[in-house]
């Protein structure tokens, strides 16, 4: 039995930059930065936008490619759970693809 969740129904998730490769700790050493995306998620009654403001806006999909849209859509998934429509707002301050480290966050933490 699927769950949908209410329309109007928000989440906001602020996810800080790291570094991943601080010399011979490899990925086991790393450190916060301040530099943070936050992603703002509404259900709304059907469709999808994508806003993305900051770092990346001219370049990052605004449809269903997006990593974030892919992200949530995989979770709802996961916990059997629908939506009719989702509005989804990414606020980006940190450098697309600017280490590889970064792009671990991105990966893991957001996109």
Excluded: C, W
């Excluded at 011979?24 to 009654?45: K, N, Q, R």
């Excluded at 990346?56 to 892919?70: F, N, Q, Y």
């Excluded at 949530?72 to 606020?91: K, M, N, Q």
């Amino acid at each position: 039995m699927s769950i949908e969740v209410e329309v109007g129904t928000k989440a906001i998730v602020t996810v800080p930059a790291s570094t991943a490769n601080l010399g011979p700790g490899y990925d086991t050493l790393g450190m916060a930065l301040s530099l943070y995306d936050t992603v703002e998620v509404e259900v709304t009654a059907s469709g999808l936008t994508v806003e993305i403001f900051g770092e990346g806006a001219e370049d990052l999909p605004r449809d269903g490619s997006h990593l974030v849209v892919k992200a949530i859509r995989s979770a709802l998934s996961a916990a059997d759970a629908t939506v009719p429509g989702l509005r989804v707002v990414s606020h980006n301050t940190i450098p697309q693809l600017a280490r590889p480290g970064l792009f671990r966050f991105r990966r893991s933490g957001r996109r």
